[in-house]
């Protein structure tokens, strides 16, 4: 089956929020070129990218609307409903009475579900459920785990225990689930706005180990073509094989340590900032 074209560009860098809008692009089998941000020399910061994304952040997106204006948006979650609202219109599934390979000549399985619909709404509650908590306590929670310089306890208690209590809410929410997916009979946006961060889970120092059923979730959505394709697209996804490597995590956390810190104070230069008393 060929991608259906379109006009997308896709403004990416190997980090969670980047790797759920490959996957998304994977398993909607659109077509679209990607064009890799290198955060590490702040090109999220210079002006042509700016006028993208006013927030300097990745990931960003540019597509033609059918009027032909030319659409700039940023957020993942953002981009994410979007792409569905746009791309994904046929809402149809694969079931145990069709054959997986002829359907999906046709058309690919849906991961999203008709506006107005109770599933509709259940999704977008379970997507700003990450955008709004996972993803930021999370990042948090990685960032005074592997970069702060020096190990302050109260954050990371702080940080860790609120992770924890929202992978026990996504345990408890897929012990009911007949599908495994977290909506009605299918993977939605909301799961696979979820995976990049759950699959990441060491790296702020919790483990979904003590997550059954969020366990068996993360498995389930790993064995999905689009999922596997798209953690790769803007560079090699390696958070299983980091896991593994202790001296490769403390490579990656001095450097990174050392970038997020000088990007930091390049920022409060920029807005003349000082810290503790003065100017915001």
């Given at each position: 089956m060929s991608p259906t074209p379109t006009n997308i560009v896709a403004y990416l860098a190997q980090v969670p929020d980047c790797v759920k809008i490959a996957i998304l692009l994977e398993e909607l089998g659109l077509d679209y070129e990607m064009r890799l941000v290198d955060v590490t020399k702040a090109e999220q910061k210079e002006p042509w990218y700016l006028e993208i994304n006013p927030n300097g952040r990745v990931p960003a997106l540019t597509d033609i609307l059918p009027d032909g204006k030319e659409l700039k948006l940023f957020e993942s979650g953002s981009i994410m409903?979007?792409?569905v609202d746009r791309y994904d219109k046929n809402h149809k599934q694969v079931t145990s009475r069709a054959s997986p390979i002829v359907l999906l000549l046709t058309y690919l399985p849906s991961v999203s579900y008709p506006a107005g619909t109770l599933e509709n709404y259940r999704t977008a509650s379970w997507l700003y459920f990450q955008t709004s908590g996972v993803g930021p306590m999370m990042g948090q929670a990685m960032h005074f785990t592997r970069f702060a310089p020096t190990t302050i306890e109260y954050p990371l208690y702080r940080y860790r225990t609120e992770v924890n209590?929202?992978?026990?809410?996504?345990?408890?929410?897929?012990?009911?689930?007949?599908?495994?997916?977290?909506?009605?009979?299918r993977c939605t946006i909301a799961d696979l706005a979820l995976w990049p961060w759950i699959v990441s889970d060491f790296w702020a120092g919790v483990s979904v180990d003590a997550y059954p059923n969020l366990k068996k979730w993360e498995q389930l959505m790993i064995s999905r073509?689009?999922?596997?394709?798209?953690?790769?697209?803007?560079?090699?996804?390696f958070m299983k094989e980091l896991a593994q490597d202790p001296a490769l995590q403390k490579t990656i956390e001095k450097a990174g340590g050392e970038w997020i810190r000088g990007l930091q104070d390049a920022n409060a230069k920029k807005g003349n900032v000082t810290i503790g008393a003065g100017r915001l």
């Open positions: 409903q979007y792409l209590r929202l992978f026990r809410t996504l345990d408890t929410a897929l012990t009911t689930s007949t599908s495994g997916y977290l909506v009605g009979d073509p689009g999922v596997n394709n798209g953690r790769h697209k803007p560079g090699r996804h």
